[in-house]
């Protein structure tokens, strides 16, 4: 069964700092792979997607994300962080070939905090 | 346009009470529906998904269940809520094709005391 690992449980980075948030999946060909974002105390917003094709992927809010094949990797990057962007981000990996309702397998999430 | 309703917002209850919690989807058909919860520091755990109307598949043994009873309806309930049942509660939904994206609802704060 395919998993994905957020290794950083919190980040704190200054405001206009750029920014990195890792995940790694574990599966044998190549899953489908989102990214999404949850302000406290609401639901969930996809940020972007990956199915197929250009590895470098832009999302909402002026974020992207890069799907590295031979790292099982695909990280979420901001050039510059604003405020706003502070919140809960969670890696997900969908599996294409499963036929299990094309249920979705997040990570355990990173909490972003962004000072002054 | 699409939208998801969650309700209510938020839920406080005894130990041993029933639970309803009520999902519904507008703009689309027969839509993919799963609920989810989210513990403090757990990430998201998939409960139960449903593919069509009356059809229920459950991810993790436990004391809830689930229903569809219309095509844009999902129910979660409980006869006997536990304290373990706390935590915040999210339907989502997805077209019926594996590479469609899951749009989450606001979510249900659960607190079982």
């Known amino acids: 069964a395919q998993s994905v690992t957020q290794p950083d449980i919190h980040i704190t980075v200054s405001e206009g700092a750029s920014l990195e948030l890792r995940c790694n999946y574990s599966?044998?060909?190549?899953?489908?792979l989102f990214w999404y974002v949850q302000s406290p105390g609401q639901g969930l917003q996809l940020l972007l997607k990956?199915?197929?094709?250009?590895?470098l992927v832009q999302g909402i809010k002026g974020f992207e994300a890069e799907f590295k094949r031979s790292q099982s990797s695909f990280n979420l990057r901001k050039p510059s962080v604003h405020w706003s962007d502070a919140a809960e981000y969670f890696c997900?990996?969908?599996?294409?070939?499963?036929?299990?309702?094309?249920?979705?397998?997040f990570g355990k999430g990173t909490s972003l905090l962004v000072t002054p | 346009s699409q939208t998801i309703h969650q309700w209510p917002a938020t839920l406080v209850q005894p130990v041993g009470s029933p639970l309803s919690l009520e999902c519904t989807v507008e703009?689309?058909?027969?839509?993919?529906l799963y609920w989810y919860r989210q513990a403090a520091g757990r990430g998201l755990q998939l409960l139960f998904y449903?593919?069509?109307?009356?059809?229920i598949s459950s991810e993790v043994p436990q004391n809830l269940s689930a229903s569809r009873p219309q095509d844009r309806q999902f129910i979660l309930s409980s006869k006997k809520l536990l304290l373990s049942d706390s935590g915040f509660y999210l339907c989502?939904?997805?077209?019926?094709?594996?590479?469609?994206?899951?749009?989450f609802g606001p979510g249900t704060r659960l607190t079982v005391l």
């Open positions: 703009g689309t058909s027969n839509p993919n």
């Open positions: 990956y199915f197929s094709g250009d590895t």
């Open positions: 997900a990996v969908g599996d294409p070939y499963s036929n299990s309702g094309y249920a979705l397998n």
């Open positions: 449903s593919v069509g109307i009356g059809q």
């Open positions: 989502a939904w997805s077209l019926l094709t594996a590479t469609d994206t899951q749009y």
């Open positions: 599966y044998g060909a190549t899953p489908y």
